[in-house]
């Protein structure tokens, strides 16, 4: 499965990034999506998710209040606004299925794209 994100790049803290990820409408339609981080040095970890009819989202606790997860299924895009970005949200950042949106529970398996870098200055 190719999923592409795209959207990263260098910004200054405080700033704001917005990124977009596609998938086929084979592995994205119905499907719940998150958006995952990985940090130097890091596991990923999820960061945020949507249900598949994008009528729930729910965020790990650092990001609450300054990222916001949204899907178009129409272009089987999933996006994630990053606003007041901090130093420690730099990472690369990869699009998949979560297993379940209400407790964030992610994967850790299948294949997951080259993700894009987000690089935050202080």
């Known amino acids: 499965v190719q999923l592409q994100a795209s959207g990263g790049g260098l910004v200054q803290a405080g700033g704001s990034l917005r990124l977009t990820c596609t998938a086929p409408?084979?592995?994205?339609?119905?499907?719940?999506m998150g958006w995952y981080r990985q940090a130097p040095g890091k596991q990923r970890e999820l960061v945020a998710a949507?249900?598949?009819?994008?009528?729930?989202?729910n965020y790990v606790d650092f990001v609450k209040g300054r990222f916001s997860i949204s899907r178009d299924n129409a272009q089987n895009t999933v996006f994630l606004q990053m606003d007041s970005l901090n130093v420690e949200d730099t990472g690369v950042y990869y699009c998949n299925r979560v297993r379940n949106v209400a407790t964030m529970t992610g994967i850790t398996f299948g294949s997951w794209g080259r993700g894009t870098l987000v690089t935050v200055s202080s």
């Open positions: 409408i084979s592995f994205f339609e119905h499907s719940d």
């Open positions: 949507i249900t598949g009819g994008g009528d729930q989202e």
